[in-house]
């Protein structure tokens, strides 16, 4: 667990600590169009997120609550310079993530400076009680950033719990629970994050960074090894994955060379044999049909993959919330 403090600048203009890059220093140019505390923003690059995009999130979701005009219940009841420091408390037990961004969501609201204490970190079990964050600065600002900080937070740390279940179950195979693309437009990289929170791996991020070939593009091919060879001869470095749905359509892209098959619909005695027919040729993963309860039984199939798309369009929130108190 970590109790770091963090006292972060404001996030309204370049300040003394500002990353823009006008100071010089390669970390600095790195994040060149970044308003977040330089610290913030290598803690949201260390776990694999864009600073830049987080920022923009946390921007999009404040203008969202505000609609261009103020808070108008807290500008009414809270003093301008009324100074306190709010804990971000789990209601339930499950698995954070999500916590370096809810700070990002802080900080473009903070008029003034703020200081976060980290509890835990992303990725961490906690229990219902227990505080994940505590930051102190304005009270309005607190006030104004809680729900859209608290509606990714509860997002995020609800993926992440879904997965470590699924993770749970695989444990002990070689066998690992994978995302997919259904996820929530303008949340992709933050979601995909929450997943790998909750010991799960990534898919492809977009239809750019590798090709998946479906049974749509199968149709408009003509088969499914004329859609893979297509794909291997239009774009040879990009990784590709093939969806079959029968035992012949396998036996054509292991032949055609396949490096990475996804079994649609199979049944654990179906992955079985896919799994002897391959004979380690190719990387195998299951797709649909797929529960908390079977899982374990396709996992001992000596499939490589679980794909589970409701980890990021299906999955609960994890309730956390929000407690004021006075600043020490």
């Not at 505000?66 to 009414?76: S, Y």
């Not at 969501?105 to 204490?117: G, I, P, Q, R």
């Not at 093939?242 to 054509?252: A, F, G, I, K, P």
């Not at 001992?300 to 794909?307: E, H, I, N, Q, R």
Request: aromatic fraction near 4%; charge should be negative; glycine fraction near 8%.
């Amino acid at each position: 667990m970590s109790t770091d403090e963090l006292p972060l600048a404001s996030s309204g203009g370049c300040g003394d600590g500002c990353a823009c890059g006008a100071d010089g220093g390669e970390e600095a140019a790195e994040y060149a169009v970044c308003g977040l505390d330089p610290a913030l923003a290598q803690l949201l690059a260390d776990a694999g997120l864009d600073p830049v995009e987080v920022e923009d999130i946390a921007n999009v979701a404040i203008q969202e609550d505000l609609d261009h005009g103020v808070d108008v219940t807290t500008v009414a009841t809270i003093p301008e310079d009324a100074v306190a420091t709010a804990d971000f408390v789990a209601r339930e037990a499950g698995v954070v993530a999500g916590l370096r961004v809810a700070e990002a969501v802080v900080s473009v609201v903070c008029e003034d400076e703020f200081e976060a204490e980290r509890h835990v970190e992303d990725g961490d079990r906690v229990e219902a009680g227990q505080k994940l964050l505590s930051v102190t600065t304005r009270t309005r600002d607190l006030l104004t950033a809680e729900r859209s900080a608290l509606n990714l937070l509860c997002r995020l740390s609800g993926i992440a719990t879904a997965t470590r279940a699924w993770a749970d179950v695989l444990d002990g195979t070689k066998a690992r629970v994978r995302d997919t693309r259904k996820t929530t437009p303008g949340l992709r990289s933050l979601e995909k994050f929450a997943v790998r929170c909750g010991g799960g791996v990534n898919h492809r991020m977009s239809l750019s960074d590798a090709a998946l070939v479906k049974d749509n593009h199968v149709v408009a091919a003509g088969g499914v090894a004329q859609a893979f060879k297509a794909v291997r001869e239009a774009f040879p470095d990009v990784p590709i994955e093939v969806e079959v749905d029968t035992l012949h359509q396998l036996r054509e892209v292991v032949d055609a060379g396949a490096d990475l098959i996804l079994l649609d619909n199979f049944t654990p005695g179906e992955c079985e044999e896919a799994v002897a027919l391959v004979h380690g040729r190719a990387a195998l993963e299951a797709s649909g049909r797929l529960t908390l309860d079977n899982a374990r039984a396709y996992a001992d199939t000596g499939v490589d993959y679980l794909a589970v798309g409701a980890l990021t369009h299906s999955s609960p929130i994890l309730d956390i919330g929000l407690d004021l108190r006075e600043a020490e």
